[in-house]
């Protein structure tokens, strides 16, 4: 029996036509206007009587027989199956939500100045890649051998850092190479100091992990060494502790390393915006005082952008190693392309001269933001970095200031988000890098407005 099923096309909604098909056939069957036995118009009849081409219906037909709702009898037509096929899980999307924030300024901490227009190294970069064929096999698990030897020369340099290409690994920035080191050296109950207040996706790392986070306290200058307890492992940031900002000092790195060689235990150091620091000497990187405890973690995130999605792991060569065997087996490394890029921009320079760029444009925004904040409280963590810290009168709470600061248009982290089981002050982490500088200047003045409606007078902590 021919179906006469009304059948309608819309060349408006953007659905391929044989889809339509299809979807109304599987409808007609589902509800019982087309049984088994059926008989389908042949896709000829069917194209005309649609004013459609015949590789509409045909592809239509196709679809159909391949999920099993209509099956062909060869030279006898098409005809509905008596097997109602598995229904596919209806998959409701929601339709998609504009971000909230998308419209307001934003002074979240940890995300660079990315200007509009791309500048030439960037674009030199990207064009020798385009120029080459992609490697043949699986590469090495490590890294490009031509990158890891070019980051070895770079970490040496702006680090002082002695390694060589057999201490390098390349990664997807830092909290993949920190989830790789713990995939690879913890067992789950493991305990693993991080400081507190701290970098969270670093702790949800640890927790996803199974491991014990025991939190270590922080001052103004960076983890309190002598507060750690026995523990196999430690997550730090020395060269700019998030949130708070300290420069841990190198009477404190050395008491650090000789602890971790005391109770064999390792240090994790994340090393994430240690290109900026204004008017301050550098300071040693751990992983220059013990590379066989240390493991360092560096990322484009904070000088070119955390879209790259890019970063290096340095390490002893053994850990490398182990490292690399299991990532081998994982096939999680970053791909060619952006390898490959990064080697164009290392070797031209691009990178260098981004962060010297972004040296001068930070010290500027960081001088007005701290200008602009420092009547309302404490400013911590200016020496370094992309953001600072404005601590509060304890009286203050830093959650209904952000959120009148966002009711007015302005995106700040409290610091209180930050914090875990040790107590101190309320605050606001501000990023000084993100906006343009007339947005910054914008968001500091609305801030400002914000923060007098807030009885700041009394004197933050100390
Ligand atoms: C403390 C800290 N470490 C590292 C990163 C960067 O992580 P990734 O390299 O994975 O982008 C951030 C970014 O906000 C950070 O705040």
Sequence with gaps: MESSLPLTIDRRTGLPLHLQLAEQFRAAILDGRLRSGHRLPSTRDLARDLSVSRSV??????????????????????????????????????????????????????IPYIAPTPDPGWRRAWREVSTQSPPRGYDDAAGLPELRAALADHVGRVRGIACGPENILITNGTVHGLRLILTVTRRPGDRIAIEDPGYLNAVVAARDHHLDVVDVPVDSDGLRVSALTEVPAVYVTPSHQYPLGGRLPVARRNELVRWARRNDAMLIEDDYDSEFRYDVAPLPALAQLDLDRVVHLGTLSKTISPALRLGWLVASDAMVDRLARFRAESGDWPGWPMQAALLAMLRDGYLDQT???????????RLHTCTALAPYGQIIGQEAGLHITLLLPTHLNDQAI????????????????????????????IGYATPTTPDLHQALKILVQVLDRFDTSRKAPA
């Design 57 to 110: 219906t045909q592809a239509a037909y196709d679809q159909l027989h391949a999920e099993g709702w209509i099956e062909g009898r060869t030279g006898a037509g098409t005809y509905v199956t008596d097997v109602v096929p598995l229904q596919p899980a209806v998959r409701h999307r929601a339709a998609p939500q504009p971000d909230p924030a998308a419209e307001l300024l934003s002074l979240r901490p940890g």
């Design 355 to 365: 962060v010297r760029k972004g040296r001068r444009l930070y010290a500027d925004r």
């Design 402 to 429: 952000t959120t009148a600061a966002r009711q007015a248009g302005v995106v700040v982290a409290p610091l209180s988000d930050y914090r875990r089981s040790t107590p101190g002050p309320p605050g606001l982490v």
